[in-house]
C-alpha cells in the first residue's frame, strides 16, 4: 500500500511560543507518538513537517521528518515556497494562516478575534488575514478548537458548520515543565502572597480593567502579577497601570510560569473574547483554582471548575475578588472540579481526531 504523504506548515517554529504555536507545537509532537505506538500509521502515513530554511528550532520528533528549505521567511515562505514544497501531497496548517495557492489543505483558526475586534490590530495585520478569508472559501475543511469558535469562524467568514472540525487544546504539556522557582526570588514572591495574570498586551485580553479592580480591593501585601509579551507589530491601543503592588514580569520561561501558577493564590484571566482559554486549563492542571470572564467559550471549557465574573462591569469583579480574598475556600470548591474539567482535554486525543480529520479528505 503506498503511503499517503502529509505535511505540515511549519512556520510556527520561527515565532514566540504564544498560545497558537504551542498547540501547533503539541499537536505536532503527538501526531508523532501516534506514529510511534502504531506500526500501521506508521505504513499508512509519511508526514513531513516543513519550516523556512532559516529555521533552527527542530521539536524531537522521531517519525515525522524535519525538513528546512526555501530561502524567505514569514508570509512570503508561506506563500511562495510553501505551496511549491507541498505539491504533492495534503497539507495541514496549524496556526491561523495557509498558502492561498494550494487546494488540498486543512487550516486551523483558533478564533475570530480579528473580525470581532478589528480596531485591536495593526493595519498590515489585518491586510494580511484577507488572505485566510479566500483561502477558507476554497478549503473542503477547517479546524478550530472550541464549540464557540466553531459558530464564530461560520459566521464571520460565511463557512457552513459542517465543514469545520473542533480540535481542541490540552494542558499536559505544562506537566512535563520543571518550575524554576527562581522568578518567585526574584520578585520577593512569597507561596500564596500574589494573583497571577498571564496573557499577551493585547486590548482584548483586558488585563487593565482587572489590574484596576484589584488596586481597589487589594489589602496590604497581596500583589498581582502580569506575565506575557507586546507586540506592537500586531496588537494596537495596549497601556500598562503602574502600581508599587503590580509587577510586570514581561515575557519569561515556560519553567518561571509553571512557579508563577503553583504558587499563585489564583489566576485571573479577564479577556473580553477567546476562541479556548489555555492559561486557565495550564493553571487548573498546576494545582491554582481560577477566576475567568463570564463569556461563552469559557463558560464552555470550564464549566464549573471556575469562579466567574463580568468583563465589563469592574464593580463586579471587585466584588468577586474581595469575596476570594477573605474567603479561598469559594475559590476550592470550584477547584474541586477541575479533573473534570480536565479530563476533556488531551493532546494526544485532539492529534488522534485532526489525523482522522485529514484521512476523510485525502
Not at 525538513?67 to 514569514?74: E, V, Y
Amino acid at each position: 500500500m503506498k503511503k499517503r504523504r502529509i505535511y505540515i506548515n511549519g512556520r510556527f517554529l520561527t515565532g514566540a511560543v504564544t498560545g497558537v504555536e504551542r498547540y501547533a507545537r503539541e499537536i505536532v509532537t503527538h501526531l508523532d507518538g501516534l506514529l510511534d505506538a502504531d506500526p500501521d500509521l506508521r505504513k499508512s502515513y509519511d508526514i513531513v513537517l516543513l519550516m523556512p530554511g532559516v529555521c533552527k528550532d527542530l521539536l524531537p520528533l522521531k517519525h515525522i521528518e524535519q525538513r528546512a528549505s526555501g530561502p524567505f521567511n514569514g508570509h512570503l515562505w508561506e506563500q511562495v515556497c510553501l505551496p511549491w514544497l507541498a505539491r504533492d501531497g495534503f497539507l495541514i496548517n496549524l496556526a491561523n494562516g495557509a498558502p492561498l495557492f494550494k487546494m488540498r489543505q486543512l487550516l486551523v483558526i483558533h478564533d475570530a478575534v480579528i473580525y470581532r475586534y478589528p480596531q485591536y490590530f495593526s493595519k498590515a495585520y489585518r491586510l494580511v488575514h484577507m488572505i485566510i478569508d479566500k483561502v477558507c472559501s476554497r478549503l473542503a475543511r477547517i479546524a478550530t478548537v472550541s464549540d464557540f469558535s466553531k459558530r464564530e469562524v461560520s459566521r464571520v467568514l460565511g463557512v457552513a458548520e459542517n465543514r469545520i472540525t473542533v480540535v481542541p487544546n490540552g494542558y499536559e504539556h505544562i506537566l512535563r515543565v520543571q518550575p524554576d522557582n527562581t522568578i518567585l526570588r526574584e520578585f520577593d514572591l512569597r507561596p500564596g502572597s500574589y494573583f497571577f495574570i498571564l496573557g499577551s498586551r493585547a486590548p482584548h485580553k483586558n488585563i487593565d480593567f482587572a489590574v484596576d479592580a484589584f488596586l481597589k480591593v487589594a489589602p496590604p501585601g497581596l500583589k498581582l502579577v502580569v506575565s506575557g509579551g507586546q507586540n506592537s507589530k500586531v496588537f494596537a491601543g495596549a497601556k500598562t497601570v503602574e502600581a508599587s503592588n503590580i509587577i510586570y514580569t514581561g515575557r519569561v520561561s515556560d519553567e518561571a510560569i509553571a512557579a508563577l501558577y503553583r504558587n499563585a493564590y489564583a489566576l485571573i484571566f479577564p479577556s473580553l473574547y477567546e476562541g479556548f482559554g489555555i492559561p486557565p486549563l495550564e493553571a487548573l492542571a498546576c494545582g491554582t483554582p481560577i477566576l475567568v470572564s463570564d463569556i461563552d467559550v469559557l463558560k464552555e471549557v470550564f464549566g464549573a471548575s471556575a469562579i466567574y465574573f463580568s468583563p465589563l462591569d469592574r464593580s463586579h469583579l471587585e466584588r468577586v475578588l474581595q469575596d476570594v480574598i477573605t474567603d479561598r475556600s469559594i475559590l476550592m470548591r470550584a477547584y474541586a472540579n477541575a479533573p473534570d474539567t480536565l479530563s476533556h482535554f488531551r493532546w494526544s486525543r485532539s492529534a488522534s481526531k485532526l489525523l482522522n480529520a485529514v484521512a476523510s479528505m485525502m
